[in-house]
């Protein structure tokens, strides 16, 4: 519903008929009345109580399988490297489109969403621009159509739904409040290294090295490596930096002042393999390529995601076979 339209049904209201709006106010209760009946009905008086559990049990229930996890994703076949707005769009398009393989994410934050939980400067709104809408429907975020582009509500309303999309894959697994802190590299029979894997570490050791002893990371091999940091800060764009550091890649184009209109398409357009074993999406190509920012627009982050999934999978099979000779 537009706002205006909204406005002028709400001062209509003072002028309506007030019979009218006694039959209107009865219907809709008499719908409400109809929904309540399809919920349970949660009787929660003095009598209520919880089934018993000892605490051991819910320490093991937990333990048991996030090592099962840790276990089973040890061998991964993508690990995709940050879970904000790209990196979960890109873990479910992988997840819906080859379910036969075994994507781990990793996102430093306890919270996974990465900058999509609010549009610009702390408001609810997300603005995303057509043709992006299409991904909207597919995973069911309502929108306003406004021409040339579409307006969600609230932007937690997108970031939750596609969270939940992905992480409800029997494929997907997150390891959130986990940190990358190096990339593992493979060379063939002729010396030519490829990605082949992350070192990871608890964010909060990651954080606090210089307070203790060397804490030794985990590592999680994996055929390819889709890495959607965001542009630089605590861990953003790590992955490229940390290639650059090594020598992998020759040089970083720092990140421009904000131009949406060149921006959203040089990031999904940059969407690709920038080492062998090492896609890159969303913000952390513009501190790759040089791009611009492009501010509070977040269709270039959804299709950045897909491109970069896609990228990946022509790619995967090629780094499968060589990861697999090396073993």
Known sequence: MAPATAVAQFQNLFNADPLKVDKEDALVKTEQNALTKSFPNYQLDNEFTFSP???????????????????????????????????????????????????????????????????????SAMVVRKPADAF???????????????????AALFTSTVMARA???????????????????????????????????????????????????NTINAHLVLSATGHDGPFGAFCVKRAHQAGLIPHLGDMRPLDMNRSENLIVKGSREIYPGLVVSGMELSELDGANRMGPTFGGMMFSGIKAAQEALKVFEERKTANEKCI
């Open 136 to 154: 909207l429907r597919e995973i069911g975020v309502p929108y306003e159509d406004e021409g040339e582009y579409v307006v969600v509500k609230h």
């Open 167 to 217: 992480l409800s894959l029997p494929n997907i697994k997150l390891f959130n409040a986990t940190a990358v802190e190096d990339l593992i590299v493979k060379a063939d029979e002729d010396g030519n290294q490829r990605i082949a894997g992350v070192v990871t570490n608890w964010t909060l050791v990651s954080l606090n090295h210089g307070l203790q002893s060397c804490m030794d990371p």
């Open 53 to 123: 559990i000892r605490e051991s049990t819910v320490s093991r229930a937990m333990t048991r399988r996030y090592f099962a996890d840790l276990d089973k994703y040890a061998e991964s076949d993508i690990v995709i490297v940050g879970a904000g707005s790209a990196g979960l769009t890109a873990a479910y398009y992988l997840g819906t489109r080859r379910p036969d393989l075994k994507i781990a994410i990793i996102e430093a934050s306890v919270a996974p969403g990465g900058g999509a939980w609010l549009g610009g400067q702390l408001f």
